[in-house]
């Protein structure tokens, strides 16, 4: 009778430790989603384009073709430097309203 009494306290700790664990993780997953999604709202909204996760990625596209075309520059490669730069900025006015 004593045994089972321990067991079944054992139990009840164990599941309010893991329950605490699941609780916590599930908070921080929450407010990293929050934080996520206000940063892509405000991002969008200040360069005037829709939060779609298309957009992100064209974005993102943009940003390294302009990386590219600065690349190129510092290589004085101008010709190549200007089609990455025509072509990152063609790509980020497509995006941007």
Do not use: K, P
Request: hydrophobic letters at 65%.
């Amino acid at each position: 009778m004593q045994v089972e009494g321990f067991f079944e306290w054992l139990g009840q700790a164990l599941g309010t430790v893991i329950r605490f664990i699941v609780d916590a993780l599930s908070g921080l997953f929450q407010m990293v989603s929050r934080a996520s999604s206000n940063f892509v709202d405000g991002l969008s909204r200040a360069l005037g384009m829709d939060t779609s996760i298309i957009s992100i990625a064209v974005l993102i596209i943009g940003l390294v073709l302009l990386w590219s075309a600065i690349r190129a520059f510092m290589n004085a490669a101008f010709i190549m430097g200007i089609i990455w730069l025509m072509l990152g900025l063609w790509l980020l006015s497509w995006i941007m309203h």
